[in-house]
């Protein structure tokens, strides 16, 4: 899913850059004010355990390539806020270091797996209830639609360069929304079973380290 150079509209890069920062930006806030202090060295080993997972590559039609986020892992460990920082920080190193993804697309590619798959993979499993969880369908339905929500991103924003430059940036729609979403689909599938069998590990050997999703109603109470 990283995109490289090249590939997109100028005025995409730009603004995925300004959504990028401001999201870091809320998440460092955030994470200072929410975080505990015990939880930092979970942060880094999420890191370091994500990067691993995130270096098998899958090349996909157009350009692109497929692969694991850990996007809800990451958020079941540390929170939707903190969650983007450790995915932030794995992309930036991948960007810099390996040549996943180029530089000046990494603010699209920060905010299609660090803020988008995060965000989504929090709202459902918020929606799942206030308890900690340990059922199957939360965790499995957050990791895929995460997935498949953050491949649909980057697909829409192939396409609409593409449209928008008259076919000098980006996919058509045609190569790029099939390709895109039909892999990531199935890399979805891997991606779920791996979310619910370390969440389940973790609810049987370490129950507290799980993040608490309570439904927006009992944070509002309190």
Known sequence: MHIPDGLMLPLLLGIGWIIAIAALAAAVRKTKQLLPDDKIPTMAVLAAGIFVAQMLNFPIAGGTSGHLIGATIAT???????????????????????????????????????????????????????????????????????????????????????????????????????????SHALIGIGEAVISVAVTSYLSHVAPAMLYTFAPKKEVAAQ
């Open 76 to 182: 079941m460990l540390v929170g939707p806020w903190a969650a983007v920082l450790v995915m932030s920080i794995v992309i930036i190193i991948q960007g810099l270091m390996f040549g996943d993804g180029g530089i000046l697309s990494l603010g699209l590619n920060l905010t299609n797996m660090a803020v988008i798959g995060v965000f989504v993979s929090a709202m459902i499993l918020r929606a799942f209830g206030g308890v900690r969880l340990r059922s199957e369908i939360p965790v499995s339905s957050a990791a895929w639609l995460a997935m498949f929500t953050a491949a649909m991103a980057c697909a829409l924003e192939l396409s609409i360069s593409y449209a928008a430059s008259g076919g000098v940036y980006g996919i058509i729609w045609t190569i790029s929304v099939p390709a895109m979403l039909a």
